[in-house]
């Protein structure tokens, strides 16, 4: 079998940088060139509203493709900013059940939020273009900085579209890549500082996943 450290750089792990909130954050994706931006539209220290993600959407590489990021809305309330936001993907984070997906004219990304290997016995039930592992805690869904045992998500990663979410980090994300081997990472704090997109360790992180070797 063919391992991304022999191929010497990595371009079968996509980038997703979750959580941008400015102008500042989309000039550090036009320039490092992740693969998704997620703009968050729940109730988060990273929410967003649809006005400003629009407008900072017409400033963005249009190369790189944007994940809007729900939890638990109403159906209608998701699509009317997808259209309105011209959104590529939907990214449901919350309680959705599985027919929720059947509702939309793009891309779905399923989270489940992982506490044992129980935790995404139900991803079966789901119709969806890929599928988030993020970490459970209590406190929140999702953005938390949190890591889960990344061993739990090796098989399944074999079987779907698998986006590896959760704690990553400069300094985790060979491992994680290593026992994962998901087809899209997705970061939020582990790229930020004080509360805002960091550009260096945007940087680092996306260097790394692209130069594994
Ligand atoms: O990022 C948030 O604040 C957030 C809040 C509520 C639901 C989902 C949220 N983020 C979803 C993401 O896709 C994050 O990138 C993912 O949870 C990873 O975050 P982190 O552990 O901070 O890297």
Partial sequence: ?????????????????????????????NKLKPDYVGFVFAKSK???DK?????????LDKNIKTVGVFLNNSVDTVKEIAEFCELDIIQLHGDEPPEYCNFFDREVWKAFRVKTK???KNLKHYNANGYLLDTYTKEAYGGTGKAFNWSLASKISKEKFIILA???????????????????????SGVET????????????IGKVRMII
Avoid: H
């Fill in 1 to 29: 079998m063919i391992s991304l450290k022999s191929l010497g750089v990595n371009k079968l792990t996509k980038i997703k940088i979750c959580g941008l909130k400015c102008e500042d954050d989309i000039l550090y994706a």
């Fill in 46 to 48: 990273r929410q967003i």
């Fill in 51 to 59: 006005y400003i993600a629009k407008k900072l959407i017409t400033k």
């Fill in 118 to 120: 129980e935790s995404f």
């Fill in 166 to 188: 959760g704690g990553l980090s400069e300094n985790s994300i060979d491992k994680a890549i290593d026992i994962v081997k998901p087809a899209v990472v997705d970061v939020s």
């Fill in 194 to 205: 004080n509360g805002s997109k960091d550009f260096d360790k945007m940087e680092r992180f």
